[in-house]
């Protein structure tokens, strides 16, 4: 197996010889500018990681899907910002912001399409399943979006149906990562299926910790300001398991009245919203549910029958993405 | 070889299983609603008129990724529509027009999904080359797309932009289409090539044809209003042949002062275009355009060296489609 570094050496040099310079300038430049302003690259790093569990034969075949993953993903974030109305990503102006809506639609067609060109790379006898993960995936993830923009509209939802959204619109993509690496290694479906899981529960534990960071993290690191999520009412785990406890707590009134508050009053609606996380022991509860979700990824590894050294090489990949700051 | 009728009615029975009633509903309520209002389905008829030229054998494996195209062709017009401010398709309101640009954006990226997944259920053997012609068939829909937003903002194009754009908006998919059959069927690259031009040529006959209709058609057998691309100074292939000739005639101060006209004086520009497209010979050339490029469909099945029967077939399927009236 080759060390973290030596992998993402790999991506990072196929990654420059996508070519996105062609005709219509139009077209393409968005999706140039979106591999541009970078972004972690954890999924196709994911998929490499699991593949190099079962295999050291990582060539092109291997590495252009992986890409497929960064390319999908890079695509629904360019959709989701125009859905969002989001201004700005990775401090930098999102595509619809920069060039208009049409083009952040086309351009973002155009980056699903070469999602599967780079896919369709893969070893043959691979595809068919390679395409069949892929699109379940991708179904779930539109789910996930569609979910996601319903629940905006509802003044409650269940903690249920917060891990079942975050799941789609996050935990599959990171499960087909894992999954991935391992059908393009031919390993077999227990090993598959265990690579799937514990993909989609540290997609779980990745959320809760974003959602964590927006409120508790540190903004010169996590990148964004601080309180985003409390000041748009976003139903963050926080708020979602906060707006249960308050109910028991007899502070349903109070939570409602710091919701109400304007953007005139946002510097003490995020700081009163925060202490009651604190008060009602919903910060604490989030940062169980995180080892909660990373307790179970391992787990399903352990279950599938990975080793040590697998294990552990999967193991420090989750606990980079739950104990970052940013 | 089947009789169009029969391939018809197993296309129909087939588009008949598929589910689209899902979780969430807001997603797949217009997903089912495309399907719903109909459509000519063009595109997966071709494909198994294309494929019965080699094989009787149309089993799910073959109709599924035919009407692949047909989905992906209907993601294309929900996001078309966007992007063009549409509010009307086949006199139905369109997808964003019912829902919002939110739902029409992100049920469309279904549709996209869900074409990959019918595609993905051929035979095994043949994914590979599938999937390629279809996504290299996509990017290219997409690029047509583009520049035909580009050319909105231009004054004047020329024919080979023109043929270009449309070749690419329209041509690819139908030359997809008849190439895909071929492929499907195990057919040799000389037979799947030869099918990709005779649809490339027919798309672009149907689409100058489509062009001529909306200026010299009958409005209760076309479906919609005669003159709206007139109105909306659209670059149609009347106009577009129109400019040039204006130029070398002396008229073209005439054609700009009439393209100047606004709404109110709609059906008095109408006319006065139609009337110049009819004195410098503009719509007779256009007819013979249409047959020009149907000859080319014709040559490219001869040097293909498809048989008398063969030939028979796709010269019938092709008439239809620019011999139409709607």
């Given amino acids: 197996m080759f060390p973290r570094n030596i992998l993402s050496n790999i991506l990072n040099k196929s990654l420059m010889t996508l070519n996105f310079k062609k005709e219509p300038e139009t077209l393409y430049e968005p999706i140039e500018y979106m591999f541009g302003i970078g972004g972690k690259h954890l999924r196709p790093l994911l998929c490499l990681?699991?593949?190099?569990l079962f295999s050291d034969n990582i060539t092109d075949d291997i590495v252009y899907p992986a890409l497929a993953l960064e390319i999908f993903h890079e695509f629904t974030l360019v959709h989701d910002d125009i859905m969002d109305k989001s201004d700005t990503r990775r401090n930098q102006p999102t595509v619809h912001a920069k060039w208009g809506d049409n083009t952040a639609i086309l351009s973002g067609d155009a980056m699903s399409i070469l999602a599967y060109r780079y896919l369709a790379l893969c070893p043959k006898d691979k595809l068919q399943a390679a395409l069949k993960l892929f699109t379940?995936?991708?179904?779930?993830?539109?789910e996930g979006q569609q979910k996601d923009m319903d629940y905006e509209d509802q003044a409650f939802i269940t903690m249920d149906e917060y891990m079942d959204m975050v799941g789609q619109k996050t935990g599959v993509?990171?499960?087909c990562s894992a999954a991935m690496g391992a059908v393009l290694a031919g390993a077999g479906e227990e090993k598959v299926k265990g690579l799937y899981e514990f993909g989609y529960q540290t997609g779980l534990a990745f959320q809760i910790a974003d959602d964590y960071l927006d409120t508790f993290g540190d903004q010169k690191i996590f990148g964004k300001p601080i309180g985003g999520d409390i000041a748009n009412n976003k139903k963050s785990w926080l708020l979602v398991e906060c707006t249960h406890r308050a109910k028991t707590a007899d502070r349903k009134d109070e939570l409602n009245a710091l919701l109400?508050?304007?953007?005139?009053?946002?510097e003490r609606k995020i700081e009163a919203v925060r202490q009651m996380y604190i008060d009602l022991g919903v910060r604490e509860s989030a940062e169980e549910a995180i080892l909660e979700c990373h307790a179970k990824a391992l787990k399903a590894l352990e279950d599938a029958g990975f080793d040590e050294e697998q294990t552990a090489t999967m193991t420090a990949f989750a606990e980079q993405l739950i104990h970052r700051e940013k």
Wanted: proline share 0%; aromatic share 4%; net charge negative.
């Fill in 49 to 52: 990681t699991s593949f190099n």
């Fill in 136 to 142: 379940d995936t991708a179904m779930g993830v539109c």
């Fill in 173 to 175: 993509l990171l499960a």
């Fill in 260 to 266: 109400a508050l304007g953007d005139d009053e946002r």
